[in-house]
């Protein structure tokens, strides 16, 4: 008990400059990176505004159940980046968000064209999905990469190493994110697992939905994803001794993704299996074990 409140000291002492209303904004709703965020030290408040940046338009098609509304939405965000990056210094909107990534782009040389990219990548009505592994590979890349690259480049750091390690492991956690978000999609949602996987194990996405016990055609779909998530996140890994020390625990989702991979393997990839839907509360303690070690 004392080590968990030790814990949670450490993470405070790295988050206390920064007292904005955003603050743990990512921590509650991020799931996979958000406690990883608190160990950046003094990237904490930029990867924040950024990760939170990222869960406003992420949970827009989730919120809403009418394309045109979410479309909207979408716009002005979009809106926002252009104002942002508007050479005229024209208003932003008074949004807390807004505001942070305001204050880092006028700090640091940021790619605008990054925060498009997972602004673009949401904007697609609830019910299309993917036809393809690439599909689904290109989603994850645009909808979670970008976040690494925009974190990286407001710390100033430029890699290629760094680069093509955020690239995986922004693919896999992606990929981790669409199989997590599963059990909680309605019939008007499309499954996010790509038709040609459907109709090579002869699987309707209806059953995907139902997922009863023992149906080896869901678990085989399930499997091909979960496979593909593991080896974006074993290629990351593999770049990991051409990393410079400061830039690895950038990298530390990669200790969620990998243990909810192992956790779906044990339940046999079922995703609706209560083990997998339980919270791990375990995870800070290997967010910190893994940054001391600098591993992820």
Same mark, same amino acid.
């Given at each position: 008990?004392?080590?968990?409140? &030790?814990?949670?000291?450490?993470?405070? *002492?790295?988050?206390?400059?920064?007292?904005?209303?955003? #603050?743990?904004?990512?921590?509650?709703?991020?799931?996979?990176?958000?406690?990883?965020?608190?160990?950046?030290?003094?990237?904490?408040? !930029?990867? /924040?505004?950024?990760?939170?940046?990222? +869960?406003?338009?992420?949970?827009?098609? %989730?919120?809403? !159940?009418?394309?045109?509304?979410?479309?909207? #939405?979408?716009?002005?965000?979009?809106?926002?980046?252009?104002?942002?990056?508007?050479?005229?210094?024209?208003?932003?909107?008074?949004?807390?968000?807004?505001?942070?990534? &305001?204050?880092? @782009?006028?700090?640091?040389?940021?790619?605008? =064209?990054?925060?498009?990219?997972?602004?673009? @990548?949401? &904007?697609?009505?609830?019910?299309?999905?993917?036809?393809?592994?690439?599909?689904?590979?290109? %989603?994850?890349?645009?909808?979670? !990469?970008?976040?690494? %690259?925009?974190?990286?480049?407001?710390?100033?750091?430029? &890699?290629?190493?760094?680069?093509?390690? @955020?690239?995986?492991?922004?693919?896999?956690?992606?990929?981790?994110?669409?199989?997590? !978000?599963?059990?909680?999609?309605? *019939?008007?949602?499309?499954?996010?697992?790509?038709?040609?996987?459907?109709?090579?194990?002869?699987?309707? =996405?209806?059953? /995907?939905?139902?997922?009863?016990?023992?149906?080896?055609?869901?678990?085989? @779909?399930?499997?091909? /994803?979960?496979?593909?998530?593991?080896?974006?996140?074993?290629?990351?890994?593999?770049?990991?001794?051409?990393?410079?020390?400061?830039?690895?625990?950038?990298?530390?989702?990669? +200790?969620?993704? =990998? #243990? %909810?991979?192992?956790?779906?393997?044990?339940?046999?990839?079922?995703?609706?299996? =209560?083990?997998?839907?339980?919270?791990?509360?375990?995870?800070?303690?290997?967010?910190?074990?893994?940054?001391?070690?600098?591993?992820?």
């Amino acid at each position: 008990m004392n080590f968990g409140r &030790n814990l949670k000291k450490c993470f405070d *002492r790295f988050t206390k400059p920064h007292k904005s209303k955003i #603050r743990f904004l990512t921590t509650k709703k991020t799931g996979l990176d958000g406690n990883a965020t608190l160990l950046l030290k003094d990237s904490v408040r !930029s990867t /924040i505004a950024i990760r939170a940046f990222n +869960v406003e338009i992420s949970r827009i098609p %989730y919120i809403t !159940s009418d394309d045109k509304i979410a479309a909207m #939405r979408l716009k002005f965000w979009d809106d926002a980046i252009e104002k942002i990056f508007d050479k005229n210094n024209v208003q932003v909107p008074d949004h807390p968000v807004v505001n942070e990534l &305001n204050h880092i @782009c006028k700090s640091h040389k940021m790619t605008k =064209q990054f925060f498009k990219r997972l602004i673009s @990548c949401r &904007n697609r009505p609830r019910n299309q999905g993917f036809l393809t592994l690439k599909q689904i590979e290109e %989603y994850a890349e645009n909808s979670v !990469s970008s976040v690494y %690259y925009l974190s990286l480049e407001a710390k100033g750091i430029n &890699n290629v190493h760094v680069d093509h390690a @955020c690239s995986h492991l922004g693919k896999s956690q992606g990929i981790v994110n669409l199989l997590r !978000s599963i059990p909680q999609l309605t *019939r008007e949602q499309a499954i996010p697992i790509s038709q040609d996987i459907l109709i090579k194990h002869g699987v309707s =996405q209806e059953r /995907i939905l139902r997922n009863k016990k023992d149906d080896k055609g869901v678990e085989e @779909c399930v499997f091909e /994803i979960a496979t593909l998530a593991h080896q974006h996140l074993e290629k990351a890994r593999a770049l990991l001794k051409s990393l410079p020390r400061d830039t690895k625990p950038f990298l530390l989702p990669g +200790v969620a993704v =990998q #243990r %909810y991979l192992e956790r779906l393997r044990l339940v046999k990839f079922d995703l609706t299996h =209560q083990k997998l839907l339980q919270r791990d509360n375990t995870l800070p303690i290997a967010y910190y074990w893994n940054y001391f070690r600098g591993t992820f």
